[in-house]
């Protein structure tokens, strides 16, 4: 048996799109952009180089950013007022604003949605490629890491070592 299908976000391709907006059949609200939350995600887990002296946390006058215990930061959305503070504090440049949204939704990664071969609605939707639907896990040396259960996220990343390739 394989592996269970996880969504993979490609983020370098992401942010080259000039609209991330793609449809989710997220069922709980119909305006859904579950896609643009992973993306978010995805830029503090795996973009975000978790510097000690977290500029972006401090910037930030709504005290809408924090770090977790494993050292990622994260947002609170509803304190958030994107007034892009964070992006502009942050010293190696890996807080984008247009991975920030204002409003954020929810991804519930279509656990239990799908039959057989289906694909979820956003990765039909990217045809780009920035999202996809993999039997796949965590590959460093293919600068693949793993989000969480359900997402791995693409992209060249500072935790590389390109002499050693991994």
Not at 11 to 27: E, F, G, I, M
Not at 54 to 77: F, M, N, Q, W, Y
Not at 111 to 134: F, H, I, N, T, W
């Amino acid at each position: 048996m394989g592996e269970q299908k996880k969504l993979l976000i490609d983020l370098d391709a992401s942010t080259k799109r000039a609209d991330w907006r793609v449809p989710c059949s997220y069922y709980h609200h119909p305006r859904n952009d579950g896609a643009a939350r992973l993306r978010e995600m995805a830029a503090f887990g795996v973009f975000c180089r978790h510097c000690k002296e977290g500029t972006c946390i401090r910037a930030c006058p709504k005290e809408a950013l924090s770090r977790a215990e494993d050292g990622i930061v994260h947002r609170a959305s509803m304190l958030c007022v994107k007034c892009n503070s964070c992006v502009i504090a942050c010293p190696f440049g890996t807080i984008l604003e247009e991975l920030i949204p204002l409003a954020t939704s929810q991804c519930d990664y279509c656990v239990a949605r799908l039959s057989g071969d289906e694909v979820p609605l956003c990765v039909k939707s990217a045809a780009d490629g920035s999202l996809q639907y993999v039997d796949a896990s965590e590959d460093p040396s293919k600068d693949i890491f793993a989000l969480n259960d359900h997402v791995l996220v693409r992209t060249r990343t500072w935790k590389r070592d390109p002499v050693k390739g991994q």
